[in-house]
């Protein structure tokens, strides 16, 4: 059971690029979270256009604007990501590749356009 008194964490990964913009992402995250208490956590990850080829990165974005069929991924730029945490305070190292989160260990990582996904945490003040 969830207590809602007391500080939780939503993990939206690789689920808001399923999401259309005629749905409102924005608005739809913003009321998961209105429900949720001061100091819970949001930790989301969102497909990407910004790390593709440019010719891989066009036939995305029209398929996700044609409607596409059902699962077509919306990806969205960093700019597009970061509304999603307005109002929030980032956990380090903030809004990043997940192929660069927390990239400290020296074994081998896939590459950002290997990924193509941004993620981040933070927190709800």
Do not use: C
């Amino acid at each position: 059971m969830i207590d809602l008194s007391r500080p939780v964490g939503l993990m939206l990964v690789a689920i808001l690029h399923f999401v259309p913009d005629g749905d409102d992402p924005y608005a739809l995250v913003d009321r998961l979270l209105d429900a949720l208490p001061a100091g819970s956590y949001l930790a989301a990850s969102h497909a990407t256009h910004d790390y593709l080829p440019p010719h891989i990165a066009q036939e995305a974005k029209a398929a996700a604007r044609g409607g596409g069929p059902p699962g077509v991924i919306n990806l969205r730029s960093l700019a597009e990501f970061t509304r999603f945490w307005d109002g929030l305070k980032l956990v380090e190292p903030g809004i990043t590749s997940v192929a660069e989160w927390r990239a400290e260990d020296p074994q081998p990582r896939p590459s950002m356009s290997e990924v193509s996904m941004d993620g981040a945490v933070a927190r709800k003040p």
